[in-house]
């Protein structure tokens, strides 16, 4: 008994054995296939690591010889507007470490590519077809390379390639295209310095791909500002204060932020907060940090704007009765406010550039765009970009304090506009007409005082002013 | 000229007078003054009672530079009193303690018999509301126009409309005759044009006195003419009570009613300008008066 199982069973292994092969033999899909091993593409982004659709390219694609097949043909579709036509195919077939001498003919033809082997290709062998020329859809995205094959029992369906991530054409990606084809711009580049610091294809890219870093730059500090003016000014009344304790919090608050770095203050705000587990937005917590800090720079500048109004306005104020607040919000604050505006744009414009320190601790702002760019490019362009990014907004700005200080200054000699007389002075003699027609100039300040002189006589005895 | 013709004859007026011997030299003044404003002699005497009086006014900066020393000073209604002296004799100090912008070392200064000294900040903004100032440089708001500098108080402090504030703002700058000068903001103005806004700032606020702290001594001379002209005027009219520290000795003689002379921090003599003009009785008076004229 138990012989006989034991030879029924050896019979059974072999006849399943048997049959497995024949299977095997007759449909050799499944276990014989062509494998796909990958499909990459050569990036084709100017200062970047991207695959960019609808621009030339080179697709390589690998596959093995698999299972006893004999690969006479290989066809590769791409998806959407992909095309190969136009394309050049290397073929290359490697035995092991050795390579192996496999002959065919590309034949594209729109998004499909078909390789004829002059003779099949056999088991064992790695194939690879590297395409020159081909483009990718243009819209960009997860491109999959399909496509069939033919072995000696006919066509079979080739496996889908893990998908290649390709970047979207845009009239950005063109205008950098149709730099890379220029002369004059490959000879621009040729110069160590110009290609360094100045390669066009770049700053184009970088001009805009920074824009998102340079608004929220903008936001920051516009949103900051004035949460730092409200600050600043409360700080700066404190320590002007007879109050010995509002006066002593005041000066170690402004002393505390003036007196170390930005850098420092942003660094404990960031990794300080999260360690109490208070997290915070980190484009709140930088808004937060800006306008703390500016806010004690600020609080110097109100300061010694209110010391700056003579002692004499406020005993004007005092004299008409008004009260400390009344004082200084009617006369004194908003002479104050006329005295700082350039000093404060001054601020204005360090706390913009300042918040480029913020890129030490991830936001997202111009810095770290242009820091991100270099790194992948290995070019300085992308810092240039943000120079000018920042310049474009500093620039006007020191332009305005220029206006600003020249305007105050005329004024305060008794320039400026002037306004109209009123028709009362039409009434007096010649000469009050003369002023009244108000040429602007500071001499003339003192023509009128005669001729007024004389008015005021009138109008205190009428009857006797030719006396005068 | 009329003006000064009138005043003139004002003076002779004061003459008339019969001063009473024992009487001193401010009550005399007084008794000229009453006259001269037609009240009667019974209503001195009786006395309605000074509208600024100082009683032993001292005051020290640093504890060290004495500056007034037991100044005795009463000042009535309507009257024009013009305090003289040389530098550092302590009369602007004086002046300044009325309002108290200058806190007084002791004594007491009393308004319509108000104590005025040693009372919280929100009181003193209420005493100073009738206390009007003219000063020295003027101290316009440079951001505002003459207009607003003559309506803000009146606004922020007399809580009056804009129209009225603006009304009674026009009215006094035309007074002063820069009825055709209230949009310009103080830079564009000349020094007598300022001084003038100044004026119209003090006076607008109806003050029960109005203190001049030498207010022309800044001024161009050719300027100086027509601010004291204004303050004339506003003499003139009557109903003002004036203290007016000046070295505008033409003025004194003119305008005031009585004249103090001052030095080293002590009322040294006053009483009628012509008196202490013409005889003066204190030798340092009759060397400074010397001096000047």
């Known amino acids: ?468 | 000229m009329a003006l000064l013709k009138n005043k003139q004859h004002h003076h002779h007026r004061h003459h008339k007078v019969d001063v009473p011997p024992a009487m001193d030299a401010e009550a005399a003044a007084k008794l000229a003054f009453m006259h001269d404003k037609k009240l009667s002699k019974h209503a001195f005497f009786e006395g309605e009672h000074p509208v600024v009086r100082i009683e032993h006014l001292n005051k020290t900066f640093d504890g060290e530079t004495i500056v007034l020393r037991d100044v005795n000073l009463n000042v009535w209604n309507g009257e024009i009193v013009v305090v003289l002296g040389p530098s550092g004799s302590g009369k602007s100090t004086m002046l300044r303690c009325i309002n108290l912008l200058e806190t007084p070392t002791a004594g007491h200064i009393l308004i319509e018999d108000d104590e005025i000294t040693g009372k919280p900040a929100k009181e003193v903004n209420f005493i100073r509301r009738e206390l009007g100032m003219v000063f020295q440089s003027f101290n316009l708001f440079p951001h505002l126009t003459a207009l607003e500098n003559v309506m803000i108080g009146q606004t922020k402090v007399l809580k009056k409309s804009k129209e009225e504030a603006r009304a009674e703002a026009i009215k006094q700058l035309e007074a002063v005759g820069l009825g055709d000068r209230i949009d310009y903001k103080p830079p564009q103005l000349s020094g007598g044009q300022q001084q003038r806004v100044a004026i119209a700032r003090a006076v607008a606020m109806h003050p029960k006195v109005l203190l001049f702290d030498e207010p022309t001594s800044a001024l161009d001379p050719e300027l100086v003419r027509d601010v004291l002209n204004v303050m004339k005027e506003l003499a003139l009219h009557g109903d003002m009570t004036m203290i007016v520290v000046t070295h505008e000795m033409g003025f004194a003689r003119d305008v005031a009613d009585r004249v103090v002379f001052m030095e080293g921090g002590v009322v040294v003599e006053q009483g009628l300008p012509e008196d202490v003009f013409d005889h003066p009785q204190n030798e340092r008076t009759a060397q400074f008066l010397g001096s000047i004229e």
Not at chain 1, 4 to 33: H, I, M, N, Q
Not at chain 1, 213 to 238: E, K, Q, S
Request: proline share 5%; net charge negative; with cysteine.
């Open chain 1, 1 to 468: 008994m138990t012989h006989d199982k034991r030879l029924g069973k050896t019979r059974f292994a072999a006849l399943v054995t048997t049959l497995v092969l024949a299977l095997t033999f007759l449909f050799p899909t499944g276990a014989f296939a062509l494998t796909t091993n990958k499909a990459t593409a050569r990036p084709n982004e100017k200062g970047g690591s991207g695959v960019i659709g609808g621009l030339d390219t080179r697709l390589t694609w690998e596959g093995t010889v698999e299972g006893g097949e004999q690969v006479s043909s290989i066809v590769l579709t791409l998806p959407g507007n992909g095309s190969f036509d136009g394309a050049s195919t290397k073929i290359t077939a490697l035995e092991g470490l050795s390579r192996a001498n496999v002959e065919g003919e590309a034949t594209a033809a729109g998004n499909t590519l078909t390789v004829d082997f002059s003779e099949p290709v056999s088991e064992g062998l790695l194939l690879r077809l590297e395409v020159e020329g081909m483009r990718f859809p243009s819209e960009g995205g997860d491109i999959v390379v399909s496509g069939t094959y033919v072995n000696q029992s006919g066509e079979q369906q080739l496996a889908d390639s893990k998908p290649i991530k390709t970047i979207a054409n845009t009239a950005l990606q063109q205008m950098v295209a149709a730099l890379d084809a220029s002369p004059a711009v490959e000879a621009w580049n040729s110069n160590p310095f110009l290609g360094m610091f100045f390669k066009p294809q770049l700053m184009l890219t970088a001009l805009f791909s920074l824009v998102p870093g340079w608004l929220l730059c903008l936001m920051i500090v516009v949103i900051a500002y004035p949460f730092a003016i409200i600050l600043g000014l409360i700080f700066a009344l404190m320590k002007i204060s007879k109050h010995p304790l509002l006066r002593g919090i005041a000066i170690v608050y402004i002393n505390i932020l003036r007196g170390t770095p930005l850098f420092l203050q942003i660094y404990i705000m960031f990794f300080g907060l999260p360690m109490m587990n208070i997290n915070i937005d980190n484009n709140v917590l930088g808004v937060i940090v800006i306008a703390i800090n500016a806010s004690a720079y600020l609080a110097e500048i109100f300061r010694a704007g209110i010391q700056s109004i003579p002692q004499g306005q406020y005993e004007a104020a005092s004299s008409l009765g008004m009260s400390y607040f009344q004082t200084m919000f009617s006369i004194i604050l908003p002479q104050t406010v006329r005295r700082v505006i350039p000093t404060v744009t001054s601020d204005f414009i360090t706390s913009y550039k300042d918040t480029s320190l913020l890129s030490s601790v991830g936001v997202m702002e111009l810095m770290m765009f242009s820091k991100n760019l270099t790194s992948v490019s290995g070019n300085m362009t992308p810092y240039v970009a943000a120079a000018i990014f920042y310049l474009v907004v500093t620039l006007p700005l020191i332009k305005v304090v220029t206006i600003v200080e020249n305007r105050m200054a005329h004024a305060e000699r008794g320039g400026g506009h002037r306004p109209k007389a009123k028709t009362a002075a039409a009434q007096g003699d010649s000469q009050d007409e003369s002023s009244a027609a108000g040429t602007a100039v500071h001499a003339e300040a003192l023509e009128p005082e005669a001729s007024t002189m004389g008015s005021a006589l009138t109008s205190l005895s009428p009857a006797t002013a030719q006396e005068v």
